[in-house]
């Protein structure tokens, strides 16, 4: 039995209903466009539109926008990523239609006035500046340039600071025809409603918006070569960023992969990576890993940082792990544990609805379809001790891993 219901507008917009029977509800607009859709020289410009979204439209002004919720107590924001630009909202259920009003405004009758664009391309250009800051968080994007060298999908969401100061309107109406595709579009709502109540309600604000069918070609990205390259910087601890190339979102290994990221160094303290290098040899405050599926790629990628003279170490380490992970079958107990502990995980991840109504939407737009937690689950179950080997002798190969390492000067 399905969880959720769904209904397209005519325009192609899609409405998306998790009935939850919960005073608070949680929504979500998203749009299948984001950084990867970028033309040369405009890196940035994805977020740019998304900050500048906030800002004024055809009948409010900056302060009316940001007033319009947080006057009813409720959260507003909005994020951009690789493939996604989302706009979402927390609320008391019986001011659903506030935030519906404001998201049909400031999504398709925004004005972008040059005087709000060179303030807001003031507050990137500072964004940029404290990221760089951070050398745990620099070190990732400058890993994904490497990994995706040459391609989109390796610049900085964030832009540079040469292209986000070129930045302009004519950019930004480029960008909106070529990429926010009504078809493309899902706006979706876990709270106390029913569907045909929220139809109607879409029906009012979105119905009337003039169907955008543009045809995107995102490219997949070219084959790397693996190399090891080291960066100084004026930080006290070395950082290091160790990774590759990983399956798409509808890859037949994702589950498999997921779960091998979370026994390997996913969330809690009992996976290899921390037990050996943190707990064990006290090298390392932060080690963990990651695995992002995109459409047509995916990253996974390990990261920690330490003092510099205990990096090499650490790095032999991690290799070790890998190591046995591509040599060693998981044993029967083992594997069990792991499924359970990161089914577990997933359970307890739901009760945030609103990253679960995300999630959701983004499974509608990239497969047009939602798997139950049961679906999940039954993934996972499936996933056996062979297939682990397969996947880490494929995605741990040396052969195609990048490390980047940020040392001090």
Request: hydrophobic share 40%; proline share 3%; glycine share 6%.
């Amino acid at each position: 039995m399905t969880d959720h219901q769904i209904h397209t507008l005519p325009n192609g917009i899609r409405i998306l209903l998790k009935h939850t029977p919960s005073p608070i509800t949680h929504c979500c607009f998203l749009v299948n466009a984001g950084s990867r859709d970028e033309l040369p020289q405009k890196e940035g410009l994805a977020h740019f539109i998304e900050h500048l979204l906030f800002k004024e439209t055809a009948r409010r002004n900056t302060n009316q926008i940001l007033n319009h919720l947080e006057v009813v107590g409720a959260d507003l924001n909005a994020y951009t990523t690789k493939e996604y630009t989302c706009i979402h909202a927390s609320l008391l259920k019986q001011h659903l239609e506030r935030a519906v009003d404001l998201f049909e405004d400031i999504l398709f009758h925004s004005t972008f006035p040059q005087n709000e664009l060179e303030k807001e391309r003031g507050v990137i250009l500072d964004e940029i500046a404290s990221y760089l800051d951070q050398p745990e968080e620099a070190i990732q994007d400058d890993f994904e340039e490497l990994l995706f060298k040459g391609h989109a999908i390796g610049n900085n969401i964030l832009g540079t600071r040469k292209s986000v100061k070129k930045l302009d309107k004519a950019d930004i109406d480029q960008f909106i025809k070529a990429n926010y595709n009504t078809h493309q579009m899902v706006f979706a709502v876990s709270g106390d409603y029913e569907l045909p109540k929220l139809v109607k309600l879409c029906d009012k604000y979105f119905a009337h918006i003039p169907e955008n069918n543009a045809q995107k070609n995102r490219v997949q990205p070219a084959l790397i070569e693996s190399v090891i390259h080291t960066v100084k910087k004026p930080i006290a601890q070395t950082h290091c960023v160790i990774g590759g190339r990983a399956y798409h979102s509808q890859h037949a290994n994702k589950y498999g992969l997921l779960l091998l990221n979370n026994i390997l160094g996913g969330m809690g303290m009992s996976n290899r990576l921390n037990l050996e290098i943190r707990e064990k040899y006290g090298i390392a405050y932060t080690i963990e890993s990651n695995y992002t599926s995109l459409t047509d790629t995916g990253i996974f990628s390990i990261y920690f940082g330490t003092d510099a003279e205990k990096a090499e170490k650490a790095l032999k380490l991690v290799h070790k792990e890998l190591k046995k992970l591509r040599e060693q079958t998981i044993g029967p107990v083992q594997l069990k544990q792991a499924k359970e502990k990161f089914i577990g995980q997933i359970a307890l991840a739901e009760e945030n609805r609103l990253s679960l109504i995300i999630s959701m939407a983004k499974s509608l737009l990239d497969f047009n379809h939602i798997d139950s937690l049961e679906d999940i689950f039954d993934k996972i179950n499936k996933v056996s001790a062979p297939q682990l080997l397969e996947i880490s002798n494929e995605v741990f190969d040396n052969d195609g891993l990048i490390t980047l390492l940020f040392e001090p000067k």
